[in-house]
Nanobody
Framework: QVQLVESGGGLVQPGGSLRLSCAVS????????MGWYRQAPEKQRELVAT???????KYGNFVKGRFTISRDYAKNTVDLQMDSLEPEDTAVYLC?????????????WGQGTQVTVSS
């Protein structure tokens, strides 16, 4: 089983920055993609950013160059640097690991960390 623990959320003013971190542990064999999703009240969960094991990245359309996803192999974390935050970025941010073992892909999720952008 893959365990994911997020940290780094909080309250920030519009235009500010936050850095989220996801600590990865457990049986990670077969994990081929990791990323961040977010869910705001009464909205569907949406992709923020993903990074593959080869380092390829993908971002949601709303990111527009403001966020950067990265992996720290020494610390075994997946980090999300968020700059120029807007009130519309307020949501619970969830870490995701996608794994293939012997059947269909399996999605693992962290518990989420709240990000609130407000003055």
């Amino acid at each position: 089983q893959v365990q994911l623990v997020e940290s780094g959320g909080g309250l920030v003013q519009p235009g500010g920055s936050l850095r989220l971190s996801c600590a990865v542990s457990g049986s990670t064999l077969g994990v081929y993609s990791m990323g961040w999703y977010r869910q705001a009240p009464e909205k569907q969960r949406e992709l923020v950013a993903t990074i593959s094991m080869s380092g390829s990245t993908k971002y949601g359309n709303f990111v527009k160059g403001r966020f950067t996803i990265s992996r720290d192999y020494a610390k075994n974390t997946v980090d999300l640097q968020m700059d120029s935050l807007e009130p519309e970025d307020t949501a619970v941010y969830l870490c995701n690991a996608r794994q293939v073992v012997s059947g269909p892909d399996v999605d693992h999720w962290g518990q989420g960390t709240q990000v609130t952008v407000s003055s």
